[in-house]
């Protein structure tokens, strides 16, 4: 394991474009829901580049600042770059109260295999992190661990329904959840608190990775602010602790907050792609 701490990388450019995204139908009958995806092939198929996969976080959408760098930066230097929204999230169907951490984990590794041919690099953030390293499980499962050339995880929020989230709840909102199945959770990045459902909790513990080793059968490079208020770094030093038989670097930030949305941050975040190939 390496650890870096940078505060002066270097700076990008930031492009946007409308999302007109295609649909990948899961499910069948009434249950049927689409899931949303934008995928930029590479303008030269066959480069021997991995592709990009974007995973974001919790109750964000493939529009965001860091997705939307992301494939725009993707785009100039010959790399397939796929996004796609959760279900009850952005463009795709589905309503968010629904929403299990097993649910977004399906549709995740539906898309990547029914969009993605060439092995991808995984870009969780947050939220995207955990589902990142679960869907690097599940591959393996499936004895898919080609699919995967590398990982890069942005803040990554695993286990946070348990140890983010429920661990830190007063008795109070214990209460609320347990009685009303729901709890209104306050958010600095929205108006409106997020619900927090009572089982998106319990479904959440069937897929706790922190108690154990984990595998991703490819190298992990993970971005963390030392100002992020949402995930403490510390977390992605347990997390690093418990990647204890693949390569990994985590590079800390030192004036970095939860977002890592920065042009700075996002100079890291190419920095840690190109690293990997």
Known sequence: MRIRVKQQ?????????????????????????????????????????????????????????????????????????????????????GRFEDATIGLWL???IAVIRAVSTEPQILVGSSMGGWL????????ARMGETARLHGIVLIAPAVDFTEVLIFNRLSPEARQQLERDGVWMRASAYSASPYPITRTLIEE?????????????????HILHGMRDEDVPWRHSMTLVEHL??????????????????????????????????
């Open 9 to 93: 990388p270097e700076q990008t450019e930031i492009a946007f474009e409308a999302v007109h995204p295609q649909f990948l139908p899961l499910g069948d009958g009434a249950s049927q829901q689409r899931i949303a995806f934008l995928h930029r092939p590479a303008e030269t198929p066959g480069a021997g580049l991995p592709g990009l996969v974007w995973l974001g976080g919790f109750r964000s959408d493939m529009a965001s600042i860091k997705a939307t760098a992301l494939d725009q930066w993707a785009a100039g230097r010959n790399r397939s770059c796929l996004r796609f929204d959760y279900s009850g999230h952005g463009q795709s169907d």
């Open 106 to 108: 399906e549709e995740a």
């Open 132 to 139: 990142a390293l679960l869907c690097a499980r599940a591959l």
């Open 204 to 220: 959440g513990r069937q897929h706790l990775l922190l108690g154990e080793t984990i595998r991703t059968y490819c190298p992990v």
């Open 244 to 277: 204890a038989a693949d390569p990994v670097v985590l590079t800390l930030i030192k004036d970095a907050d939860h977002r890592l949305s920065r042009p700075e941050d996002l100079g890291r975040l190419q920095q840690a792609i190109e690293a990997m190939c």
